[in-house]
T-cell receptor, first 115, second 110 residues
Framework: DADVTQTPRNRITKTGKRIMLECSQT?????MYWYRQDPGLGLRLIYY???????NKGEISDGYSVSRQAQAKFSLSLESAIPNQTALYFC??????????????FGEGSRLTVL | GNSVTQMEGPVTLSEEAFLTINCTYT??????LFWYVQYPGEGLQLLLK?????DKGSNKGFEATYRKETTSFHLEKGSVQVSDSAVYFC?????????FGAGTTVTVRA
């Protein structure tokens, strides 16, 4: 089984619908992240969390919300989906390291299409 | 703020050719630098990293050297294989997050 699991892997929805993308990890890491990937733009950070009670906005948080239900679970919600939120979404985790950020471990991605 | 600029693709090469992907960065302080690779249909995985100036990261025949004087972290491989076809991302970190470049798509033909 993958260390970082995302569900669903693919989702097609309509404008205005609420969507939740879920992420769970078995690595025991404290830090979890949600990124969005768009062609030509690389990965952009949506939200990140250092523990269950510590959630922070990234560079493109508008239109998104998150919930850290447990150390191992971090979900991303789109309250009212719009077409420009069509993208590939990645969850990632990181353990603390002695100097700053350690390696990020990524899930396989959730492809979301908003019609 | 911190940012990364990497060369635009796509890049198409023949097997055994030399590959270089340029990456430059803007940052305050002394960030760590990374190259991540994304194979088709998969998530990103760490290829190599360097944590301080003049460090050389290497893995799977790829190398990159952290050059503080030129603010660069160029990725190189001397002889690519078809299996190296992927999207390559340069990234830098502050203490809590990674900032990624736009990615460079590399296709290696047999």
């Amino acid at each position: 089984d993958a260390d970082v699991t995302q569900t669903p892997r693919n989702r097609i929805t309509k404008t205005g619908k609420r969507i939740m993308l879920e992420c769970s990890q078995t690595k025991g890491h404290d830090r979890m992240y949600w990124y969005r990937q768009d062609p030509g733009l690389g990965l952009r950070l949506i939200y990140y969390s250092f523990d269950v009670k510590d959630i922070n906005k990234g560079e493109i948080s508008d239109g998104y919300s998150v919930s850290r239900q447990a150390q191992a679970k971090f979900s991303l919600s789109l309250e009212s989906a719009i077409p420009n939120q069509t993208a590939l979404y990645f969850c990632a985790t990181s353990g603390l390291s002695g100097r700053g950020l350690g390696e990020l471990f990524f899930g396989e991605g959730s492809r979301l299409t908003v019609l | 703020g911190n940012s990364v600029t990497q060369m635009e693709g796509p890049v198409t090469l023949s097997e055994e050719a030399f590959l270089t992907i340029n990456c430059t960065y803007t940052a305050t302080g002394y960030p760590s630098l990374f190259w991540y690779v994304q194979y088709p249909g998969e998530g990103l995985q760490l290829l190599l990293k360097a944590t301080k100036a003049d460090d050389k990261g290497s893995n799977k025949g790829f190398e990159a050297t952290y050059r503080k004087e030129t603010t660069s972290f160029h990725l190189e491989k001397g002889s690519v294989q078809v299996s190296d076809s992927a999207v390559y991302f340069c990234a830098l970190s502050d203490d809590y997050k990674l900032s990624f470049g736009a990615g460079t798509t590399v296709t290696v033909r047999a």
